[in-house]
Antibody, heavy 119, light 106 residues
């Protein structure tokens, strides 16, 4: 069974940078897509974008284009979500999600990473 | 973006009840719809994909129906473990989610 294990909770100040990670548990990591989904406190789910780790083909939801950067390192079966300058409005839980394609549903979800941005 | 509208936002029910949650898409999405269950402090769990296909391991009391713009999730004989929040998701284009339906104890 595939497991996605995410990095731990982070507390940052506005303007700081951050990179969170999502590690896949098996070598077939390069055979599926990894998406990132945001859940703001007490709110619903928002799909941010997706990457195919084998060739780093990356797509972003128009709503999130330019807000954060998705990347991956297939040699260590890990995907990343990073910000260069955090805002308070980036405070949320971020999930990585295994999908079979760009337009697909989430087979497997990571446990989530809570990012808190506060001065 | 394709907008997904769920109703109701909250649903009060008792163990043994049959409950139905509705999801409406702002444009036709064929059968490209999934349903998820989320419990507090946990990531979502896939229940249904392609509108009516039950994910492996999900109890058969969960069922989905619909196509085009109108979809439903039905939970027959509600069990204590089913009190949670449910989300629909379209994947006809970049995925978008409904706002969620919380199923709570009556």
């Amino acid at each position: 069974e595939v497991h996605l294990v995410q990095s731990g909770a982070e507390v940052k100040k506005p303007g700081e940078s951050l990179k969170i990670s999502c590690k896949g548990s098996e070598n077939s990591f390069t055979n599926y897509w990894i998406a990132w989904v945001r859940q703001m406190p007490g709110k619903g789910l928002e799909w941010m974008g997706i990457i195919y780790p084998d060739d780093s083909d990356t797509r972003y939801s128009p709503s999130f284009q330019g807000q954060a950067t998705i990347s991956a390192d297939k040699s260590i079966t890990t995907a990343y979500l990073q910000w260069s300058s955090l805002k308070a409005s980036d405070t949320a839980i971020y999930y990585c999600v295994r999908q079979g394609g760009i337009y697909s549903y989430g087979y497997q979800w990571g446990q989530g990473t809570l990012v808190t941005v506060s001065s | 973006d394709i907008q997904m509208t769920q109703s109701p936002s909250t649903l009060s029910a008792s163990v043994g009840d049959t409950v139905t949650i509705t999801c409406r898409a702002s444009q036709g999405i064929s059968s490209w719809l999934a349903w998820y269950q989320q419990k507090p402090g946990k990531g979502p769990k896939l229940l249904i994909y392609k509108a009516s296909s039950l994910e492996s391991g999900v109890p058969s009391r969960f069922s989905g129906s619909g196509s085009g713009t109108e979809f439903t999730l039905t939970i027959s004989s509600l069990q204590p473990d089913d009190f949670a929040t449910y989300f629909c998701q379209q994947y006809n284009a970049y995925p978008t989610f409904g706002q969620g339906t919380k199923v709570e104890f009556k």
